[in-house]
C-alpha cells in the first residue's frame, strides 16, 4: 500500500476563482443591514403669515424639508392642526412643490387668527411638525384689484420705478421700500436713510415725486398729533434712482431742514392769508381745518424748477365748503441742491368739494390726478374722490369718481397717472391702513408685534 500524499490546503484546492465564488455567496447570503433615517426637519422662510378673506394672490411661505438618509423628494408635507379653523382649516392649507423647499399657501375663511401645524412625514416612520402664526384680514369690496404691502402699515407715498415697481414711503418711519405692484407679499428691497438724514425720529413722510432720476420726499412740516414740534418733520430731502424695477437702487442725495419756517415766514409777508404761523402754534394739532400739514408734492407743467406742495390743511379759507390749497416753490430745485431759502408763488385754491389734498401727481403729458380727502384725523369714512386737472393755477380741477370708503384704511398715494384721455383708464390708489383693525381684535396696525401681519392695500379704480 502506497502512502497516501499529503493534502493540499484547502484554498490552494479551491484556487482564486473559487475563494471569490464562496466569498460572494457568502455576503450573498448575509442579512441586508437596515438603513438609517435621521429625524426629519422643517423650516419656514417666515414664521408669521397673513393673508385676506376673499384675497388674490396673498402671500405663501416658503417650507424647507429635510432628512438624513433620505431624498427630500421623498417627503410629504401638510397641515394637520388649526387652533381656530374657522380663521382658516386644514383643508385651506395647499403646499406645492417636490423637491427640499415647498411653497405653502392658505385660503383664509374668516378673519382673525390662527396658529396652523405643519408636519413633514419622512421615511423610516419618522416626522416633525412646525407652527405657523397666521393672520386674517377681513373681505374688501373689488378683492380681485386688491393687493396688500406687508411690512408696514403706514403707506403714505408712492413713486413709480417702472417695471410693474413700486417705492413706498411709511409715515411712521423712515424706511422706503420696493413693492412689485401685481403682488401681495413683503418689499423687494428697504432703505432707511435715518443717519444720512441726522434724525432718529421719524420724518412723517408725505408726499413724494419724481424728476429724471432724482425723487424728491417731503415730511408734513406740521407738528405731532399732539401739537408739539418735532424737528425731523420739517424736513425735505432727495434720492438718487439707479436702475429699475427690481434691480432699483436707491441713493441719499441732500436735505433741507427749514421749508416750514420759510412757509410761515412768506405768508406772515402776505398778511398771514393762510395762518401758516397759527396753524404751527404750540399746541395746534395739524389735522384740523385751520391746521398745517402737508400731503401731496408734484412739480408744476413742463418745469423741474417749480414745485407744488399739496396741504391737507389748512383750507382756504379755513371754513367747512373751504377750498384746497397748493403752494408753488418756485426754486425746488436749488433748496434742495444747494439749501437755498425757498422762494414762493401764489397760492392756488382748488375746489375740490370741501376736500383737502391727499396726493397729487402728474404724467409726462401733464395731466394731473388729485387724490381729494378729509383734513380731520378721522375714522377714515368720510369722503374721497378723484379730481382731474391741467395744473394751470385759476383753471378748475374736475371730480373724476368717488372713492369707497367701507373697508379698512384711508386712500393715502397715487403710484403713478395713466392717459386720462383714453377711456376707461385704470389707476393704482395705496391706502394707509396703520391706525385699521385689520384683525378684529382691537389692535391699530401699526402696533402689531409682527411686520408681516402690518399691511397697506392698494386697489385699482376705472377714472370715470
Not at 130 to 151: E, I, Q
Not at 185 to 198: E, N
Request: proline share 5%.
Amino acid at each position: 500500500m502506497k502512502p497516501m500524499k499529503p493534502m493540499k490546503p484547502f484554498t490552494k484546492q479551491l484556487g482564486t476563482a473559487g475563494i471569490a465564488a464562496l466569498m460572494l455567496a457568502g455576503l450573498m447570503n448575509m442579512p441586508a443591514q437596515a438603513v438609517s433615517y435621521g429625524t426629519p426637519t422643517i423650516a419656514f422662510s417666515a414664521g408669521y403669515l397673513s393673508g385676506a378673506v376673499g384675497g388674490v394672490g396673498d402671500p405663501v411661505v416658503g417650507v424647507t424639508v429635510g432628512q438624513s438618509g433620505a431624498d427630500a423628494s421623498a417627503l410629504t408635507v401638510s397641515a394637520t392642526a388649526s387652533s381656530k379653523s374657522s380663521v382658516a382649516g386644514t383643508g385651506d392649507v395647499s403646499v406645492t412643490g417636490a423637491g427640499a423647499v415647498r411653497r405653502l399657501a392658505v385660503t383664509a375663511r374668516g378673519r382673525g387668527y390662527t396658529n396652523l401645524t405643519v408636519k413633514v412625514t419622512g421615511l423610516g416612520g419618522k416626522s416633525a411638525t412646525k407652527t405657523l402664526a397666521y393672520a386674517a384680514s377681513g373681505a374688501v369690496g373689488n378683492p380681485a384689484d386688491a393687493r396688500y404691502l406687508t411690512g408696514s402699515a403706514d403707506a403714505s407715498a408712492a413713486v413709480d420705478v417702472g417695471g410693474g415697481y413700486t417705492v413706498v414711503a411709511d409715515d411712521e418711519s423712515n424706511v422706503l421700500r420696493l413693492y412689485d405692484r401685481s403682488a401681495s407679499g413683503a418689499p423687494v428691497r428697504t432703505w432707511d436713510f435715518s443717519t444720512q438724514l441726522g434724525v432718529t425720529k421719524e420724518v412723517d413722510i408725505e408726499g413724494a415725486t419724481r424728476v429724471g432720476d432724482t425723487i424728491y420726499w417731503t415730511g408734513s412740516l406740521g407738528n405731532n398729533k399732539d401739537g408739539e414740534y418735532k424737528a425731523p418733520r420739517n424736513t425735505v430731502f432727495t434720492t438718487k434712482v439707479s436702475g429699475s424695477g427690481s434691480t432699483t437702487q436707491l441713493a441719499y442725495g441732500r436735505s433741507y431742514k427749514k421749508l416750514r419756517d420759510d412757509l410761515v415766514a412768506w405768508d406772515k409777508a402776505h398778511g398771514n392769508r393762510y395762518g401758516f404761523a397759527a396753524g404751527t402754534a404750540d399746541g395746534e394739532a395739524p389735522k384740523q381745518i385751520d391746521g398745517f400739514n402737508v400731503e401731496g408734492l408734484e412739480f408744476a407743467p413742463g418745469s423741474t424748477t417749480t414745485a407744488y406742495l399739496g396741504f391737507r390743511a389748512p383750507l382756504a379759507p379755513a371754513v367747512p365748503g373751504g377750498k384746497a390749497l397748493l403752494v408753488p416753490v418756485t426754486n425746488m430745485d436749488r433748496v434742495l441742491a444747494s439749501g437755498a431759502k425757498a422762494t414762493f408763488g401764489a397760492g392756488i385754491e382748488l375746489d375740490l368739494g370741501g376736500l383737502a389734498v391727499r396726493d397729487i401727481r402728474k404724467n409726462a403729458a401733464d395731466q394731473y390726478l388729485i387724490l381729494a380727502g378729509s383734513w380731520a384725523a378721522d375714522d377714515n369714512t368720510d369722503p374721497y374722490a378723484l379730481y382731474s386737472w391741467d395744473g394751470v393755477p385759476g383753471h378748475a380741477p374736475v371730480k373724476r369718481t368717488d372713492l369707497p370708503t367701507r373697508d379698512a384704511g384711508g386712500w393715502e398715494a397715487i403710484v403713478e397717472v395713466p392717459d386720462l384721455g383714453v377711456p376707461g383708464a385704470r389707476v393704482q390708489l395705496i391706502t394707509d391702513c396703520g391706525s385699521a383693525d385689520l384683525y378684529g381684535d382691537g389692535t391699530d396696525a401699526k402696533d402689531l408685534t409682527h411686520p408681516e401681519w402690518k399691511k397697506a392695500r392698494s386697489g385699482w379704480f376705472t377714472i370715470g
